[in-house]
């Protein structure tokens, strides 16, 4: 099952229809336990509860009372508990009276040393940034942060991340995951999803693959298959100036699926040099049936470029265009107009600028959208955290948060280009297509990586072993029985 994020208004909506539950204050009941154990967890795997110091930092809205009603169940377990009161008429009464029931102090100044802090300021009810009170506090905070719902200062539909915002260990919870935990995964650290009795949701936002849809989808050949049946690729990329990006991009198709894969373009010596699986041709023209097509890598922008670029959005197969494809297609919009078979572009933030006529801004979500509906493709925005869209409004965004910014390296995106290119080929939906690239591009780097910088070379080395990792965490073999 995929991953599900949801908006602010859906988790509202969602805590609304539970009626009573709501009402009668059994969620928050609910979602303190859940806060209370996360951070008891936390201590006795430090050791221990007992006489052990914890900081709530506690806003005016539930958020808050969630963090109050989580410190007095820890207050209950030996804790000493002590609170910051950011705005003190308005601190949930009934929280804060437990607490006090509890043993737990308000103070105005957390003390020096503490075994962990809970971000009770504000969740998905938060707006802009941390206020000065609440990020004075978190100034001096060296102990592990534990978010209630959110870290305070990010906001929960867009995953913008304001300055200053909290930035936490371990993000706990309630029911379903908000858009942010996906968007700012690295300001949410660890995130603990809490069951408060609030069911399955439909209708989400933004959705991410796990590890084994990702490694159970992926192609591989079967008792029947021969090279052409797993689907050919066409790489037209590099050029004199950029011979590696044809280099790198045919390798990373090479490696992705066991179907054949075809160059076709001026870099076809280094090409062969270092891959001579591969059949290599002039010119797409040149060059025999393919699957799918990957046009633009270290391709430039000059009259023969634009010349291959119409040539291959014209073919009725499946089209990846990336880089340079990407720039010459911002000035040539009418080049998708007569595309008959699906077309997957792949721009990072200045590439999708081009693109959209417009800045990217902060919602990064909102504007890929957008982008794909309005050109009628799928679009893959890429970053840290990679977010696709296709043309359909009616599907989620797909997200994929990296883990690690490794693969942030010269050559990269040639490796996402050729893996997202061979799955096009082998049948895949331009959406899943780039889905599974992204993540096998993330895993490969950080095996690649191994903990120090890497080049493209070794993203590119790393492709097999990524793929073996999510095969496995599917249970699959590695060769299909
Ligand atoms: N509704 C429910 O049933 C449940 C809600 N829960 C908790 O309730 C939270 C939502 O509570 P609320 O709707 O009261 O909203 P929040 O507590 O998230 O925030 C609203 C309050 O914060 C203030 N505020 C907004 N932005 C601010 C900023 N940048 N700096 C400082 N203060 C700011 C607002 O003026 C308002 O008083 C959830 O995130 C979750 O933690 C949980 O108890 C689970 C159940
Ligand atoms: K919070």
């Not at 942060?145 to 706990?172: Q, R």
């Not at 720039?327 to 080049?335: D, R, V």
Request: proline share 6%.
């Amino acid at each position: 099952m995929p991953v599900d994020y949801f908006t602010a208004a859906a988790v509202r909506a969602a805590e609304a229809a539970t009626g009573d539950l709501l009402t009668s204050g059994a969620l928050m009941q609910r979602a303190a336990t859940g806060v209370a154990n996360v951070v008891a967890a936390h201590l006795v795997s430090t050791g221990g509860c007992y006489g052990r110091g914890v900081g709530l930092v506690v806003g005016a809205g539930d958020n808050g009372g969630d963090a109050l009603f989580a410190g007095a169940l820890l207050a209950r377990r030996g804790v000493s508990v002590c609170a910051v009161l950011l705005n003190p008429e308005r601190a949930h009464p009934a929280g804060l009276a437990a607490l006090r029931r509890s043993g737990g102090r308000v103070v105005e100044r957390l003390p020096a040393t503490m075994d962990a802090v809970v971000d009770g300021v504000v969740g998905i009810g938060g707006h802009g940034p941390l206020r000065e009170s609440a990020a004075t506090v978190f100034a001096s905070v060296t102990a592990p942060v534990f978010a209630v719902d959110l870290p305070s200062g990010i906001d929960a539909d867009t995953g913008v991340v304001h300055d200053p915002a909290v930035s936490a260990d371990v993000t706990v919870t309630f029911g379903v995951r908000r858009n942010a935990h996906l968007l700012a995964a690295p300001h949410c650290g660890r995130v603990v999803l809490i069951d408060i009795g609030l069911g399955d949701l439909d209708g989400a936002d933004l959705r991410s693959w796990t590890d084994d849809e990702v490694g159970r989808c992926w192609p591989v050949p079967g008792p029947a298959d021969d090279k052409y049946t797993q689907g050919v690729v066409g790489v037209v990329a590099g050029s004199p100036r950029y011979p590696g990006a044809g280099v790198l991009c045919t390798g990373a198709a090479i490696h992705a699926t066991s179907g054949l894969t075809r160059y076709a373009g001026s870099a076809g010596a280094q090409v062969l040099s270092r891959f001579p699986e591969v059949v290599v041709s002039e010119s797409p023209q040149a060059a025999g049936r393919v699957q799918a097509w990957i046009v633009g890598p270290g391709f430039g922008v000059d009259d023969d470029a634009l010349a291959r670029l119409r040539t291959v959005l014209a073919a009725d197969v499946p089209v990846l265009v990336d880089a340079d494809g990407l720039t010459m297609l911002a000035a040539h919009p009418e080049l998708l107009a007569a595309r008959t078979a699906a077309t997957l572009l792949t721009p990072h933030a200045g590439e999708f600028a081009r693109l959209a006529g417009q800045p990217l801004g902060p919602d990064r979500l909102a504007a890929v959208r957008d982008l794909a509906q309005r050109l009628g493709v799928t679009v893959l925005l890429k970053g840290r955290g990679t977010l696709i869209a296709g043309p359909e409004p009616s599907t989620p965004v797909i997200g994929n948060d990296a883990g690690s910014s490794w693969a942030a390296t010269a050559g990269s995106g040639d490796v996402l280009a050729g893996l997202a290119g061979a799955l096009l080929a082998s049948g895949r939906s331009p959406v899943d297509a780039a889905a599974m690239a992204a993540r096998v591009h993330s895993v490969a780097a950080a095996i690649g990586a191994d903990d120090a910088p890497l080049g493209a070379s070794r993203l590119l080395g790393a492709i097999p072993a990524a793929i073996t990792r999510l095969r496995r965490a599917a249970g699959a073999s590695v060769v299909r029985q």
